[in-house]
């Protein structure tokens, strides 16, 4: 299960925020339905006091004229109806409607009940009042009762709006806060950017400006993981490289000493082929350890720490074809080159002629006798574009993945240690450039392509 830290705080903050609303909700819905009973509780005591008030003696009997005033009170446009009833004391009907619901307890207070009439819910008060007339007193009731629509209307029209209003924050709550979420979150997809984009051989340590604070702690630990990691590889490479300068001294005299042998009158063949194997053999050794040295030398020179030495490298691959002619020569190759004039590029001169080298070496070591191997070296769209083109047998589409892997070699029957297109690959990308292989014109022979950044002039603060 995929915990999304932006969706646990997203829920933390909406869960809490979602019951306070459903709580206001419901306390306003109360507040709404308490004012509503009160303002209709306060209509209808208006109006059996006005309907009371012209409730009279006449002629020693009691008589009641209902004014219009007293029922105009309850005019809405929602038609509520409105029902009174006026009793005397000995229960006689004064006026209105004869079975309007009496309350079930006295009315000596006014009394206000809920019953239904006609088979609707009414509201109704019930208000009591003594009549005096020559010495006798006679008590008159006075029961007003409204259906409850205009009331419902009330507690809508108070409680709706701010039922509205708060569902809306919610809502721009919901849109809102992830929004915030991902801005403030930034700097943590920023820092898990900067690791993940981290080539193998970059252990410099990362920079905690413009980090919240809480992200700090995590970049210290971070930092300190890659301090011991850069003291192990450190440890490491001094070790490949120490052991590979003690292995050359004894390697280069056991190669003197058997040549040396075998320029002695030996009489037996099977000795004579004995020292060639060995002689063979301590060859093969001493190019696989300077090939060790030269590719621990690559891995531990990375872009941003390299010496910024402007180089041509122009003159670096004619300096190599050079050296290769013999070589080539040897199998019957034609060596040529398309070179265009000062081709300059930022990095170590050993190391990117150590690449050419590599480049040309496995180009003419791979290419039948009397083939051809070109170098081109030239400028396009901001890169130096350095190719090595051959007419050889070239490499199957579904191995040119593995070529730049250590010690893997396409071709068995070929003498090579397997290491030329790792350190050709380890250069490259120290230099801050790439390379790759493809097949040649006409799917004959194979091209290796190398880019790098063009010398960039650093200007003064």
């Not at 006091?49 to 006449?58: Q, Y």
């Not at 009940?113 to 208000?127: K, N």
């Not at 120490?242 to 040396?260: E, K, S, V």
């Not at 801050?432 to 063009?454: D, H, I, K, N, Y």
């Amino acid at each position: 299960m995929v915990h999304s830290l932006r969706a646990r705080l997203l829920l933390w903050l909406l869960v809490p925020l979602a019951a306070f609303v459903l709580v206001t909700s419901a306390v306003s819905y109360d507040a709404a339905r308490q004012t509503a009973d009160l303002m209709q509780d306060h209509s209808l005591l208006d109006s059996a006091r006005t309907i009371i008030e012209d409730v009279d003696w006449d002629n020693g009997a009691i008589s009641a004229t209902i004014p219009p005033a007293a029922l105009e009170l309850f005019e809405s446009p929602w038609q509520d109806h409105v029902y009174y009833k006026v009793l005397a004391g000995n229960g006689r009907l004064l006026g209105g409607v004869p079975d309007l619901p009496l309350p079930t307890t006295s009315a000596a207070v006014p009394v206000f009940y809920d019953s239904t009439y006609a088979g609707m819910p009414v509201r109704a008060v019930a208000y009591e009042r003594l009549l005096y007339d020559s010495g006798r007193a006679e008590r008159v009731t006075v029961i007003v009762g409204k259906t409850i629509a205009s009331r419902q209307a009330m507690i809508e029209s108070l409680w709706r709006p701010q039922l509205i209003r708060q569902w809306l924050m919610l809502a721009l709550v919901v849109l809102l806060v992830p929004l915030g979420l991902t801005l403030e979150l930034r700097p943590l997809v920023k820092l898990k950017d900067d690791v993940a984009d981290r080539e193998p051989a970059q252990l410099e340590p990362i920079r905690p400006d413009h980090l919240p604070s809480e992200l700090r702690p995590i970049v210290d630990a971070i930092n300190q993981c890659i301090a011991r990691l850069k003291v192990h590889v450190a440890t490491q490479r001094q070790f490949i490289a120490d052991a590979a300068h003690q292995l050359r001294t004894p390697l280069a005299l056991l190669t003197a000493q058997t040549q040396f042998a075998s320029q002695c009158d030996a009489r037996d063949p099977a000795l004579f082929d004995a020292l060639k194997g060995v002689r063979r053999n301590s060859q093969k050794m001493a190019e696989l350890t300077n090939q060790l040295l030269l590719l621990a030398q690559a891995e531990s020179m990375t872009q941003s720490s390299q010496v910024q030495t402007r180089v041509d490298l122009t003159e670096v691959v004619s300096s190599v074809l050079e050296e290769m002619v013999q070589a080539a020569e040897r199998r019957n190759i034609d060596l040529g080159a398309e070179l265009a004039n000062e081709m300059y590029v930022a990095g170590n001169t050993g190391l990117l002629a150590s690449l050419v080298s590599n480049l040309i070496d496995n180009a003419i070591r791979y290419t039948q006798t009397g083939g051809r191997v070109t170098a081109v070296c030239r400028c396009e769209g901001g890169q130096i574009v350095l190719q090595v083109v051959d007419n050889g047998p070239g490499i199957p589409a579904e191995v040119r993945a593995h070529v730049f892997e250590r010690f893997y070699r396409v071709a068995t029957d070929t003498e090579g240690t397997g290491l030329g297109l790792a350190i050709v690959h380890q250069v490259a990308r120290s230099h801050g450039g790439s390379v790759s292989v493809a097949a040649g014109g006409e799917r004959v022979g194979l091209v290796a392509t190398v880019r790098l950044p063009v010398w960039q002039v650093k200007e003064g603060p």
